[in-house]
C-alpha cells in the first residue's frame, strides 16, 4: 500500500494528513463486475479534524470542508464501520429539528458543522470509537473492507446463482479525489456510450451539478439528462463524446463510465460494460458485428437468452380506453409488470412466496433489497432516475422499472401510498409500462410484444447459421405454423391432434365418437371428423412446406372430451322434471360411459397409445387425414412432409404393432389417393420404460421426440397437476435446486435421457432425436439437450427465439462453459 | 429301419406281414415327456385284411383279431392319418344303430366285422385312400407321423413355454405288441411308484381288465385301484411291486409306469418321472432325501415353487352347514377350485377372458382342451379316473381336479347339466374340493390351507440353509408377525404403518389429525394416535425379536383417510334437514379440506415422504412410536432391530433432510426413554429417478428396498387401478409378454433397478438392498433380483414358503439355467 500511495502522492503533489493542502482519495472496488454485498466506493478518504481548516482554505469553501467531511463519515460509517444508515438520518432531521429553534440558531454554528458533529456522534455511540482521525488508518481499513466484502454471503451466494469464479478475486482502486461539490461549474455523472434501454448509438447519461457521486447513484435528486451539458458546458460535453468514442474503440463493448466535473475539468472515474436492456443488447451486438468492431459469434455470444425474453416481452393492453394513468416516471427499463403493491423487499419475498405476482413500489431502493427485487415482477421508485440502484438492476433482471415517479408519496406513519393523489395499500393491483414510464391503476390485460424488430431479426439469422442442430416450433393450427414460420422454425415438432377436437363444432362428433355403442358407429362419427382434421392439417403443411410437420396421434384419455358427470346428473334430473324420460334415459347411458371411463390416475391411464391400439380405427382415421391433407397440397405444388408420432410408448411390442397399423392406414389411403407421399414414423419418449428400452422402439421408427414434460412427471412421480402443494416448498427449503418442469433435471430424468440417446445412436444411427416438451424452450436444457447430441428442439412459438440464440450458444459453449462474456454479461 | 424291424423280428420269432401269425408292434415317441401335439402312441401296427384269418386262428379269437383291427384302424386314422374322432363314433353309431334292424340282424356280420368296414369306409372317405393294406408302409408312416409331431405347432409353442430346448429332439420306440385285450386274464394298466396325490410311498394306480392302453388312458371306461389286483392276480401284483421298486432305484425319482398284463404275463411298457401333485413332490423329494437316494440339494432342485403353492393351497370352508354336496368323483388332483360352469375349452376360454373365474365341466377332456384347461380354476369331469388325461394335466397345473363323477350327466340335445339330478347351466357356480373329490353346488368360501405339512416344513429349511439371501415377510400386524416368524421369516421387510390407521376408533384421531387447523390441534390429535401405533409395534418387535422389523413411514395421501365428497354432501344435507347449522357448518368445513386435499393423479401427488416434509409432526410421532416401542419392548428382555424406511423418496435432497429429521426425532425420544436402541434408516427406491440416482440417495440411509410396486408404475406409466382396460389387451395380443406386476420388467424396470445396485454397491458397500414389492414372492423375479445381488426380498406371509424355495433355487440356478430336472418336472 505504501509504495502505492507514495506514486499517488508524487502524481498529485500532495500528501495524506497534510493539514494544509491533504491529498484525498477514493476507495472502490476493481472488480470487473458489481455484485451485492460487495462494498462499492468510499470518497473522500483522508479528511479528518485536523485537516479541515487546511481543505476549507485551500479551496476557499468551508461549505465545501464540511459537505465532504459529513459525505466522508456517512459514507465510511455506513461502509466500512457499519453504521445503520438510518442512525445517520435520524442525526439530520435531528440538527435540522434543532436548528429551526430560535435558541440553538445563536449558537453561530452553522448547520453543516453541527450535522458533522452529529455524524461523529453517531459513529462513536454504534462502534464505541471516535471517527478514525489518522488518514493511514482510514485508507487502510476501507481497502480492508473492499476485501472482506468480497466474501461477504450476499456476494458469494451471487456469484454461485451466476456462475462467476470465485478464483477471480478483485482489485481495490485507491484515486486522488476530485470534486464535483465544488459549486455549479462542478457535478459528477453517469454516461452511457450507447443508449441503455434501446442500444441507439448515442450517449445517454445524467449529470447533477454539485454533488459527488453518491447522490446520483442512489437516486436521492433527480438529474439533467447528459444532453442538456451541450449547452450548460458546452467544451465538457464534446470532450466526454472523444473519450466516450475511445473508450468503445477499446472496450469493443458498449460502456458505462463514471465522471465528475470539477471547474470545469472533466475527469473520468471508472468504466465498465454497460449493463442494459435486452432490447439495447441485441441491437448494440448486432451494430457492432455489422460495423465490424466484432464478429458475428461475438454478438451472437453477447446476447443473453434472457436478453431475448425481455426485448420480445409484452406490452399493456388499453384498447378499451378504461384505463387511468397514475403518474408518469422515468422509463428505466422495457417491458410491462402488472401485480399487487408490495412496500418493503421483505413484503415482496412474503407474497411472492404465497404466489402472488408483486410489483415493489418503494422510495428508492439499495442493494439491501436485492431479494425483494428478484422476487417482484417490476419495480416502481418514487425517487431516482434511469441510472440510480433500481433501473440498473432491472436492466440487469429483465425487468419492468419506472423510477422518479414524483406523484408518489410515502409517509411511514400513514399506512399505504399516494398515487395521483389516490391511496393504495399493499396488495392493490398496478399496471406498469416501462418502455413509456407510464403507471395505470388496476390490473390491465396484456398484449403479446411486437416482434418487429431488424436487429433481433438479424441477431437470430446468424443464430440459425451458426447451430448444426434445428429448433422447431409446438403448433396446434395453421395460424401457429404460420407464426413459427416467420419466426425461422425448421418445422413443427410437436402438434397436438386433440386440440383440434375440442372446438365446440369438433367436439359433438368427438363425442359422439366416444359414446358409440359399435365400431360401425363409431366410424360414423370418426368420418365426420376426418374432413376437419385433413384441413387443420392443410394449413400446417401449406405453411411449413417443404419443412416438416410432426403430428401426434391422440393422445389424452377419452374422458376429457366428456361432459363432467355432475353436468349430467343435472340435465338428467332437469330432463326428468321436464317427463322427457327417453332423452334422460339416453343421458344415464352417457352417464355410465362416463363413470365406465373414470380413472384414478388420468395421468397413467388409457391414453396415448393405449388408445390407438383400443380404438385401431382413430389411428386409421388420422393417418388417413394426414395423408390425404398432404396428397391435396403435394397437388397444389407444395413440398409436405407429415411425421407420424406415436404418444406414450412403454415398450418395443407397442411400437411394433403401431408402426404396421400405421404403414398399413397409410399405404390404403395412399392408394386411395394415387399418390406417393413420403412420411416418417417416429415415437415420443416420456415414460421412463421407453427411454431405458429405446433402442427397441427405435428399430421402428425413423424419429424419436422425448416428450420432457411426461417423462419429468413419471421419473419424480410428480403429477403436475397436483405438485403445487409441495413443490414450492422443496424450491424454497432447498431440497430442489431448480423447478424441474422449467429445467431439465440433468442428474435423473437426464440420465435416462442420455442413456436412451447413447443407445440408439449405436444401434440405429440414422433415428433423428429430438426433443418436444416445453423444456425445449428453456435455454439451460438446450445447452444439455446439445451436449446429448439432439438434432433438434420444438419450444412454443413464444420461446422460438430464445431457443434459437440458446441452441447456437449451447454449440459455441461446448468446449468452454466459463467465458469472460460470462462475467461481462452479468 | 428294417435293422430294427430285422432285430425286433429276431426277437418275436416272427415277422410283420406273415399272414398266419404276424407281427403286430407298438409305435410310441420317446420323448422324455409327453407334450400337447406330440403324437404319443399307436398300437396294433401290422394287421391288415390279408393276415386277420392267421391272427384270430393263432389267438383262438376272431373277436380279439376283430377287436385289434378295429382299434388300429381308429387310433392309427385319427392320429397318423388325421381322420376326425368323430367319424369313427358317427360310424360306430350308424352300426349300432343297425345291427338293432331286424333285417340288418340276418346279414351274419358280427358287430365287430360291421364295425372294422365301417371304421375303414371313414379312412377311405377321409383320406381317399383305402387304409393301408401294406404292415411296412403302416410301420414307416407311424414313424415318420411322430417325428412330425414333434414339430408341431402345439409342441413347439408348448415347448417355448416350458423352456424345454428345441436341440433335445424325440426318439421313436417301436415295441413287439403284448394285447390287453385278451380276455379276464388280460388287461393293461397305468402305475405309480408313489401315490401321485400325497406323495406316500405305496404302489398307486389303475388297471383294467380285457382292454388295451388307450381305453384307461382317454377315462373312457372307469377302472379298479391296482392294489386290487392282490386279489385278482397276486403273481402279477407281487411281480409289479418288485419291479416298481427297482424302477425307482433305478431312476432315482417317482415313476408312472404303464403295463400291459397278457394272459397273466406282465409286461412293462413304458416309464417315466412321474407326474404329480405339489404335495407330492414335496413329500418324494424330502423322503428321497431322508432315505439317502438323492442329496438334499437335489430335493430342493426338484421341487417347483409352484409344485408349494399348490401343497399349501386353500380348503373349502363349510362351517356353515349349508353346503350342498352334489357329487362325489375321483380326488384326481387336490386344492379348491370356486368358479363358474363352462362347458367346452372354448367356452372357458372365452369367459377367462371376461375375468370370470371358471371351472371348466366336461365328460373327459383331451389334448386339444389345453387352452380351456390352462385358464380355467378347476376341471370336473364325468368319465375318467385318477390316471386319465384331465387329472394328469391338473396335477402339472397345480390345478384342482375331479374325475370319474357319474352322476354328471351331460346331453347335447339338452342345454346344460344334470350334476346329482339337479340342472346347472354354463355360468353356474360350483365348488370343487379336489382333496375329496366332492362336488359342491354354488360359491363356497374358501380357508387358507393347512401349513402343518412336516415334509414342506423340512424342505424350506433346507431352503433356508442354501441361501445366502433372506426372505422376510410383509406384516402390518403383530397377527401376521407371528404368522411370518413361524413360517421362517427372516425378518420383516416391510411394515405399513397406514393399515394401522384405517380401524375405526383410530381413524377417528387419524381424520382430527388432517383436518386440524393449527399445529397445536394436530399435535393433539397425534399424541392419541401415538400410544396405539406404538402398541402395534411392540407386538411386531416381540413377534420378531432379535430379527429385523422395517418399518414404513406413512405413505398415502391424506384424502385417502377421509370420507368421499359425497357422503359429506349427504350429512350436510341431513344436518341442514335436522337444522342442524352448527354441524353442518363444520362439515362445510370437512367438505373444503376434502375438496382442497384432492388430486388428479394421486399416485403421484401429496404422499410418501412428501408428507413426512410437509407435516414433519407426523414423522416426529411416528419415529418416536416406534423408538418408545422398541425401548419398551428391551426392557422386557427382548432384542428389537426397529429400521425405519421413508417412502416415495425421488431426490438426495429429500432423504438428506429426512434422515436429519428422523436422527433429530430419535435423539428426542431416545433421550426421554434413557435408552441406547440401536436403529437404522432406509429408503424405499420405487420411482425411477430414485433408482437412477440411488447412489446419491444410499449416502443417508443404511438399508435401501426397492418397492417395485410403484416402481413398475411409474416406468410404465401403468396406473394398476387403471390399467386393467389396456393390460388385458396387451397379454392378449402379446405386446407384452408376462404381466409386469406379477413378473418383473427385466428389461425396463429390471434395468434400472441394475443400475441403482450397481452404483449402490460401487459407492456405499455396507448399503444392504432389498426388494418388497408384490414381485418379492415371484419366483421368477426373485431369480432375476438374486442375480442382481440383491441382499433379501419381502413378501405376503402367503408367499413366504414359495419365495424361500425360489431363493434357494435362484442361488443353485446362478450358473445352470437349464437342468435336467427341468424336463423331467413338466
Same mark, same amino acid.
Given at each position: ?83 445503520? /444508515? ?189 449493463? /442494459? ?190 447451430? +448444426? ?154 393417418? /388417413? ?161 446439445? +451436449? ?5 428442439? +420444438? ?32
Amino acid at each position: 500500500m505504501d509504495a502505492a500511495l507514495g506514486w499517488l502522492e508524487d502524481v498529485a503533489g500532495r500528501r495524506l494528513n497534510d493539514p494544509t493542502d491533504p491529498l484525498l482519495v477514493s476507495v472502490r472496488s476493481g472488480a470487473p463486475v458489481s455484485m451485492p454485498g460487495m462494498m462499492d466506493t468510499v470518497l473522500n478518504v483522508g479528511i479528518t479534524d485536523r485537516c479541515l481548516d487546511g481543505l476549507s482554505s485551500k479551496s476557499g469553501s468551508r461549505r465545501f470542508a464540511l459537505d465532504s467531511y459529513r459525505r466522508l463519515i456517512q459514507m465510511y460509517g455506513a461502509v466500512v464501520l457499519g453504521v445503520p /444508515r438510518q442512525m445517520f438520518d435520524r442525526a439530520l432531521d435531528d440538527v435540522k429539528q434543532s436548528m429551526k429553534q430560535p435558541r440553538e440558531k445563536t449558537s453561530g454554528k452553522c448547520e453543516l458543522e453541527r450535522i458533522v458533529q452529529a455524524f461523529k456522534a453517531a459513529v462513536l455511540e454504534h462502534t464505541g470509537r471516535p471517527f478514525p482521525q489518522d488518514p493511514q488508518e482510514q485508507l487502510a481499513m476501507a481497502i480492508d473492507a473492499v476485501f472482506r466484502s468480497w466474501r461477504s454471503d450476499r456476494a458469494e451466494c451471487y456469484r454461485k446463482l451466476n456462475g462467476i469464479s470465485e478464483s477471480m478475486g478483485t482489485a481495490v482502486t485507491v484515486q486522488a479525489m476530485v470534486f464535483g461539490n465544488r459549486g455549479g461549474k462542478s457535478g459528477t455523472g453517469v454516461g452511457f456510450t450507447r443508449n441503455p434501454s434501446t442500444g441507439a448509438n448515442e450517449i445517454f447519461g445524467e449529470f447533477l451539478p454539485d454533488v459527488q457521486g453518491e447522490d446520483i447513484v442512489a437516486g436521492v435528486k433527480t438529474p439533467m439528462p447528459i444532453a442538456e451539458m451541450a449547452n450548460a458546458m458546452p467544451d465538457v460535453y464534446r470532450e466526454l463524446a472523444v473519450i466516450a468514442r475511445r473508450l468503445e474503440d477499446h472496450f469493443r463493448e458498449a460502456q458505462d463510465f463514471e465522471f465528475t466535473v470539477e471547474e470545469e475539468k472533466l475527469f473520468l472515474l471508472q468504466t465498465r460494460t454497460a449493463k /442494459r436492456s435486452g432490447l439495447a443488447t441485441v441491437r448494440t451486438a448486432v451494430e457492432m458485428a455489422a460495423e465490424g468492431t466484432i464478429s458475428r459469434l461475438e454478438a451472437l455470444r453477447r446476447v443473453r437468452p434472457e436478453n431475448i425474453s425481455e426485448a420480445i416481452s409484452s406490452k399493456l393492453d388499453m384498447s378499451d380506453g378504461a384505463s387511468v394513468l397514475l403518474t408518469q416516471g422515468t422509463a428505466a427499463s422495457p417491458g410491462v409488470a402488472v401485480g399487487q403493491i408490495a412496500l418493503t423487499a421483505e413484503e415482496a419475498v412474503a407474497r411472492a412466496n404465497r404466489g402472488e405476482t408483486v410489483i415493489l413500489v418503494t422510495k428508492e431502493t439499495t442493494a439491501d433489497d436485492i431479494q425483494g427485487m428478484a422476487v417482484a415482477a417490476g419495480f416502481l421508485t418514487a425517487c431516482g432516475g434511469s441510472t440510480s440502484h433500481a433501473a440498473v438492476v432491472a436492466r440487469g433482471m429483465g425487468k419492468c422499472c419506472i423510477t422518479g415517479a414524483k406523484q408518489i408519496l410515502m409517509d411511514e406513519r400513514v399506512p399505504g401510498i399516494r398515487i395521483g393523489g389516490k391511496l393504495f395499500h399493499s396488495g392493490d393491483w398496478l399496471s406498469l409500462d416501462g418502455a413509456t414510464g407510464r403507471v395505470f391503476e388496476g390490473q390491465l390485460p396484456t398484449l403479446p410484444a411486437d416482434q418487429e424488430n431488424p436487429f433481433l431479426d438479424a441477431l437470430l439469422g446468424w443464430a440459425r447459421n451458426a447451430s +448444426s442442430s434445428s429448433v422447431r416450433a409446438n403448433a396446434d393450427t395453421p395460424q401457429d405454423a404460420i407464426a413459427a414460420r416467420k419466426a425461422g422454425a425448421a418445422g413443427i415438432g410437436l402438434c397436438r391432434t386433440e386440440h383440434m377436437f375440442f372446438a365446440p363444432d369438433r367436439l359433438e362428433h368427438m363425442r359422439s365418437m366416444i359414446l358409440a355403442e359399435s365400431v360401425e358407429e363409431r366410424a360414423e362419427a370418426l368420418d365426420l371428423l376426418l374432413p376437419m382434421q385433413q384441413r387443420d392439417f392443410e394449413g400446417l403443411f401449406r405453411a411449413m412446406s417443404p419443412l416438416p410437420v410432426t403430428i401426434r396421434l391422440l393422445d389424452p384419455p377419452l374422458h376429457e372430451f366428456l361432459p363432467t358427470a355432475e353436468k349430467i346428473d343435472c340435465e338428467i334430473a332437469a330432463a326428468i322434471r321436464e317427463e322427457n324420460l327417453d332423452y334422460a334415459g339416453r343421458l344415464k347411458n352417457v352417464r355410465r360411459r362416463i363413470e365406465a371411463l373414470a380413472e384414478v390416475n388420468p395421468m397413467m391411464g388409457h391414453r396415448g397409445c393405449r388408445l390407438s391400439l383400443s380404438y385401431p380405427e382413430i389411428l386409421r382415421m388420422q393417418v /388417413r387425414a394426414v395423408l390425404q391433407a398432404a396428397a391435396t397440397v403435394a397437388a397444389e405444388g407444395h413440398d409436405p412432409h407429415p411425421e407420424i408420432m406415436v404418444p406414450l410408448v412403454a415398450t418395443e411390442g407397442e411400437m411394433q404393432a403401431l408402426a404396421q397399423m400405421i404403414e398399413a392406414a397409410a399405404a390404403e389411403t395412399l392408394r386411395d389417393c394415387e399418390q406417393a407421399i413420403p412420411f416418417r414414423i417416429g415415437a415420443m419418449i416420456e415414460l421412463p420404460r421407453a427411454a431405458v428400452c429405446a433402442c427397441g422402439i427405435a428399430k421402428y421408427v425413423s424419429f424419436l421426440s422425448f416428450g420432457t414434460n411426461d417423462l419429468t412427471q413419471m421419473t419424480y412421480g410428480f403429477s403436475r397437476d397436483d405438485a403445487r402443494t409441495y413443490l414450492e416448498g422443496y424450491l424454497q427449503n432447498g431440497i430442489l435446486k431448480a423447478d424441474p418442469f422449467r429445467t431439465i433435471d440433468r442428474e435423473g430424468v437426464g440420465r435416462l435421457m442420455e442413456m436412451a440417446v447413447q443407445s440408439v445412436r449405436a444401434a440405429c444411427p440414422d433415428v433423428k432425436i429430438g426433443v418436444c416438451g416445453e423444456h425445449g424452450g428453456d435455454p439451460e436444457s438446450i445447452r444439455f439437450f446439445r +451436449s446429448l447430441g439432439i438434432d433438434y428442439v +420444438s419450444c412454443s412459438p413464444a420461446r422460438l427465439a430464445v431457443a434459437q440464440l440458446a441452441m447456437a450458444q449451447a454449440e459455441m459453449k461446448a468446449d468452454c462453459e466459463f467465458t469472460f462474456e460470462k462475467l461481462t454479461a452479468v
